[in-house]
């Protein structure tokens, strides 16, 4: 698994340590094995990597938690089995419970395997009088608390007791998604919706707005139609193609696609599959021109060195905290030199001074120099416009 980074206080940091050393201590002989590297930010927040010196494994009384499967209906009435694994299945996923002995119909089981590799599955029902301990329960609230180990992880509905899948027209709702990506310029995924971010989740406003003829509220039909007329262009099979052929035999890349052909599929995971086309195959963020730009970053001037430039705004990023609201600013040079710059307050995002693409003269004093996904990075401070 690769290292994940993220944002958040360190109040957040502390609990979490808190309690993996209390789930270890009470259910689990083994959880997880992390390695968490902490960059202060502010005296608030920290940028966190972590490190994964092995898989997220749950184990229990000798059993090893091996994946959770779950039936789905394709397009055309075909069945087809949802995966979501820490190793590979290598028992028939048939939905019989090795509990209980029935084969009645049941949509979701999970696979456990013995010291010896022998593995079995367990109906959702039967994990409790099976094991003795709900550790699917257990495993839940590990996911639920770490949703930023996966950019994809809490896209992961109905599969650990989440709020399950209802029916609802897909395209629309893929279209939906592409008209607030396309007013709003951003996805925002169900982690990024903390207490402190005051953002909503991009999947639940486009399933408000997709039931918004069936309601009495008319501002919700306004924002449905506006939604709608920004993705006018919209061709919901670019989408299907650009997954369909992906080669990737990953379960994330192939439980997306067989969600784009599901009768009944997840929001989530058709709201993503839209916000990963706009991204690497539209540059809706302008990423892909901005990487082009940047590549070749060099550090300039030396740490307290006061220097004088022109540049130009390529993102601005507001974050909140518990303590308040500060922002991170990006420039590049006319030499293609990446500058970054961790502001406080929010003064500068309600100047239109510093807005996204504006070209502009500032003086700056150097702070530090980073290294960010092969990337050259010169940290700057206490920046004006000239």
């Given amino acids: 698994m690769e290292p994940i980074k993220f944002r958040t206080t360190f109040d957040q940091i502390n609990q979490a340590k808190l309690n993996i050393a209390d789930w270890k201590k009470k259910f689990f002989k083994e959880i997880i094995d992390i390695q968490m590297d902490v960059r202060e930010i502010s005296e608030e927040t920290a940028e966190v990597t972590l490190s994964f010196v092995n898989n997220p494994v749950i184990k229990y009384n000798g059993w090893t938690y091996v994946a959770t499967c779950e039936r789905v209906m394709l397009d055309g009435g075909t069945e087809e089995t949802l995966i979501h694994s820490n190793e590979t299945v290598t028992t028939a996923v ?85 008209g607030i990506i396309k007013q709003t310029g951003s996805y925002v995924s169900r982690s990024s919706c903390d207490e402190f971010s005051g953002k909503s989740c991009t999947t639940d406003i486009a399933l408000k707005l997709l039931e918004a003829d069936r309601g009495n509220s008319i501002e919700s039909a306004k924002e449905k139609h506006e939604a709608l007329e920004a993705a006018k262009d919209f061709d919901y099979n670019k989408v299907k193609e650009y997954w369909l052929a992906k080669t990737d035999d990953s379960d994330f890349v192939q439980n997306i696609q067989i969600s784009l052909r599901m009768v009944q599929p997840k929001a989530g995971f058709i709201a993503y599959s839209v916000w990963e086309y706009m991204r690497e195959v539209e540059d809706v963020t302008g990423k892909n021109k901005i990487a082009a730009t940047i590549k070749n970053s060099l550090f300039i001037g030396t740490p307290k060195e006061k220097m004088e430039l022109e540049v ?33 307050n929010v003064q500068s995002a309600s100047s239109d001074d510093f807005a996204k693409g504006n070209k502009i003269k500032i003086k700056f004093t150097v702070k530090d120099h980073n290294e960010f996904r092969g990337v050259n990075s010169t940290i700057v401070t206490r920046v004006k416009k000239i």
């Fill in 312 to 344: 130009e705004v390529i993102s601005l990023q507001i974050y909140e905290t518990q303590y308040g609201t500060g922002e991170i600013i990006k420039f590049v040079t006319n030499d293609g030199n990446l500058l970054t710059w961790f502001s406080s």
């Fill in 94 to 178: 048939d939905f019989r419970c090795d509990h209980c002995n029935t084969s009645h119909f049941r949509k979701i089981v999970h696979i456990f395997k013995d010291e010896a590799g022998k593995q079995i599955s367990i109906g959702s029902a039967c994990v409790k009088g099976y094991f003795g301990v709900d550790s699917i329960s257990e495993l839940s609230k590990l996911l639920t608390v770490y949703a930023n180990f996966s950019d994809f992880c809490d896209e992961m509905e109905g599969f650990f007791g989440c709020r399950s899948a209802h029916r609802f027209e897909k395209e629309t709702f893929a279209k939906i998604v592409y």
